[in-house]
C-alpha cells in the first residue's frame, strides 16, 4: 500500500465540513485546516466560526484563518507545513500559483457538478433552476482558472422534479466525500488519469443575488417552479401583492407547476382553496403551496386564506 498523504484541508460551509470528515474517516493524515475568518451571526451578530473550523477543533487540528492567501507571510507558513496535497472544498478564497505550487501533489477542489457544465460559485443552485435533469461532484486538479483544471474524478446523480437546492446540495455532500477518498488513494498510488476539461462545453454558474428571486407571471409555470426550487433555501424566491409596497415581499418555498391554460393575463389568480393558490402564467398555471408574508413565518397556504382570503381573491392580478 502507498504511503498516506500529508494532507492541508481548506472550506467553509457545511458542505466542506462532511468532506473534511471523510478525510478524517481516512486513513491519510490531515495535518492543518485553512477556513475563513469567524463571521458576525444570528440575531446578536456573534462573532461565529465555520463548520469547518468547529470540526477542526474538535479533533485539534491547528487552524488557520487568513483574510487571503495572497501574502508571503502566509504563503510561508503554508510552505512550512510540507504538505504532499492541499484539498479545496468551498474554501471563498482564491489561491494563487504560488499556492498550488506548494504542496507535492498540488491542489483538488471538489465542485459541485459535472464539469464544464456549471463552472463558478453557484453551481448546484443553476442546476436546479434551468431544469438539469442531472448534476454530480467533479473531483479536480487545481489551476490557476475558474475550475477549469484537470478532472480526475466525476460521480452523477438525478435531480428530481421536486428538488431544492438544498435536496441536491445534501446529496452532492454524501456522495462527495467517498469520490474524493477515492481520488486521493489514485493520487497516493499513481494511478490517477487527469482528463482535460472540454472548454467549449463549459456554463457558468454566477452567484446568486436577491433580486434574482423575484417571479416574473410571464414566464412559464415549468420556469418558476425551477426558480423557487433553486432558491430554496437562500435567497428564496419572492413576489410583491402590491408594487406600491416594494418593501413587503411575500417569499414563496413551495409551488407546483400545473398543465392548464386559463385564458387569463400572466399574474391573474384564478383559484384559491385548500389545494392552493393558482396563478396564471405565461404559459400553465403556478399553484402556490408554502408562503412567507412579509413580517410572518412559512406558512402552508390553506393557513394563509383561513386568515387573509382578501389578499388572494380569485380575480386579482398580481404585478
Known amino acids: ?55 477542526a477543533l474538535e479533533h485539534n487540528l491547528p487552524v488557520y484563518q487568513p483574510k487571503s492567501l495572497r501574502n508571503e507571510e502566509a504563503q510561508q507558513e503554508l510552505a512550512a507545513l510540507k504538505p504532499d496535497l492541499m484539498v479545496v472544498v468551498a474554501y471563498g478564497l482564491l489561491l494563487p500559483k504560488e ?7 498540488g491542489c483538488i477542489n471538489v465542485h459541485g457538478s459535472i464539469l464544464p457544465r456549471w463552472r463558478g460559485a453557484a453551481p448546484i443552485q443553476r442546476a436546479v433552476g434551468c431544469g438539469d435533469k442531472e448534476s454530480g461532484v467533479t473531483i479536480m486538479q487545481m489551476d490557476e482558472g475558474l475550475d477549469t483544471g484537470d478532472m480526475l474524478l466525476k460521480v452523477t446523480c438525478p435531480i428530481n422534479a421536486t428538488d431544492t437546492s438544498q435536496d441536491l446540495y445534501d446529496r452532492l455532500a454524501v456522495m462527495g466525500g467517498p469520490a474524493l477518498v477515492e481520488t486521493i488513494e489514485m493520487i497516493a498510488d499513481g494511478t490517477v488519469q487527469p482528463e482535460k476539461q472540454d472548454n467549449s462545453l463549459a456554463t457558468y454558474a454566477h452567484k446568486m443575488t436577491k433580486e434574482e428571486g423575484r417571479v416574473d407571471w410571464s414566464q412559464p409555470a415549468s420556469q418558476l417552479d425551477c426558480q423557487i426550487r433553486c432558491f430554496n433555501p437562500w435567497p428564496v424566491a419572492w413576489m410583491l401583492q402590491d408594487e406600491n409596497a416594494p418593501d413587503k415581499p ?36 403556478l399553484r402556490l403551496k408554502k408562503l412567507q408574508l412579509a413580517g410572518s413565518k412559512a406558512m402552508g397556504t390553506q393557513d394563509i386564506l383561513n386568515s387573509r382570503k382578501e389578499m388572494f381573491a380569485v380575480g386579482v392580478v398580481l404585478p
Open 1 to 55: 500500500m502507498s504511503k498516506a498523504l500529508r494532507i492541508v484541508f481548506a472550506g467553509t460551509p457545511e458542505f466542506a465540513a462532511i468532506h473534511l470528515q471523510a478525510l478524517l474517516d481516512s486513513r491519510h493524515e490531515v495535518i492543518a485546516v485553512y477556513t475563513q475568518p469567524d463571521r458576525p451571526a444570528g440575531r446578536g451578530r456573534k462573532l461565529t466560526p465555520s463548520p469547518v473550523k468547529e470540526l
Open 99 to 105: 499556492v498550488l505550487d506548494t504542496p507535492v501533489h
Open 250 to 285: 411575500t417569499r414563496i418555498w413551495e409551488a407546483e407547476p400545473i398543465a392548464e391554460n386559463t385564458g387569463k393575463a400572466p399574474g391573474t389568480i384564478v383559484k384559491a382553496d385548500k389545494q392552493g393558490i393558482d396563478i396564471a402564467c405565461g404559459e400553465g398555471v
